[in-house]
T-cell receptor
Framework: DTGVSQDPRHKITKRGQNVTFRCDPISEHNRLYWYRQTLGQGPEFLTYFQNEAQLEKSRLLSDRFSAERPKGSFSTLEIQRTEQGDSAMYLC??????????????FGPGTRLTVL | QKEVEQNSGPLSVPEGAIASLNCTYSDRGSQSFFWYRQYSGKSPELIMSIYSNGDKEDGRFTAQLNKASQYVSLLIRDSQPSDSATYLCAVNMGSARQLTFGSGTQLTVLP
């Protein structure tokens, strides 16, 4: 257990619906990352928070996607008007306090999204 | 050219053999390199990190880094069926120090 939790673990939705995922990172760490992984591929970077500030967004993050991290604690990722191409595993990651390097990221269990 | 490339696999080795997984990366400025293991349906699990040229050993795992050749590898000694998984190479790139992953190599260890 990395200490990063995500909810829900699985989500099935119909095309056009909105979905929201939550990530609770390792406590006391100010950095949080979201990634997306499709079948047969490695995870791809979506966005990065330092405390409550969203400092980096990938080109993959279309205007249907929005992420927040209120008060620098948990984070949410919302997808509006879902499309079948959004079906993927959505992963949250953060460094671990006292790790040898703050570059090391530990992943939560992920949220598997299926858009019908 | 992809930023992080792994040998495509799949790779099969008999139990007890050495499995060798390879990865090349494009950004010469990268400083941190990681190997993650991912079982089917699960999230990536960190198994090795390496930051300096040379070898780093942890139990049955050895990571090797050659920054001049932009090459990083993972050796798994005495492979076990429980090592059967997809192995992902990751490199820190970008201003956010985000991870850039290869597409993974699927390893099967045959009993």
């Amino acid at each position: 257990d990395t200490g990063v939790s995500q909810d829900p673990r699985h989500k099935i939705t119909k095309r056009g619906q909105n979905v929201t995922f939550r990530c609770d990172p390792i406590s006391e760490h100010n950095r949080l990352y979201w990634y997306r992984q499709t079948l047969g591929q490695g995870p791809e970077f979506l966005t990065y928070f330092q405390n409550e500030a969203q400092l980096e967004k990938s080109r993959l993050l279309s205007d249907r996607f929005s992420a927040e991290r209120p008060k620098g604690s948990f984070s949410t990722l919302e997808i509006q008007r879902t499309e079948q191409g959004d079906s993927a595993m959505y992963l949250c990651a953060s460094p671990m306090p006292l790790a040898p390097s703050t570059d090391t990221q530990y992943f939560g269990p992920g949220t598997r999204l299926t858009v019908l | 050219q992809k930023e992080v490339e792994q040998n495509s696999g799949p790779l099969s080795v008999p139990e007890g053999a050495i499995a060798s997984l390879n990865c090349t990366y494009s950004d010469r400025g990268s400083q941190s390199f990681f190997w993650y293991r991912q079982y089917s349906g699960k999230s990536p699990e960190l198994i090795m990190s390496i930051y300096s040229n040379g070898d780093k050993e942890d139990g049955r795992f050895t990571a090797q880094l050659n920054k001049a050749s932009q090459y990083v590898s993972l050796l798994i000694r005495d492979s076990q069926p429980s090592d059967s998984a997809t192995y992902l190479c990751a490199v820190n790139m970008g201003s956010a120090r985000q991870l850039t992953f290869g597409s993974g190599t699927q390893l099967t260890v045959l009993p």
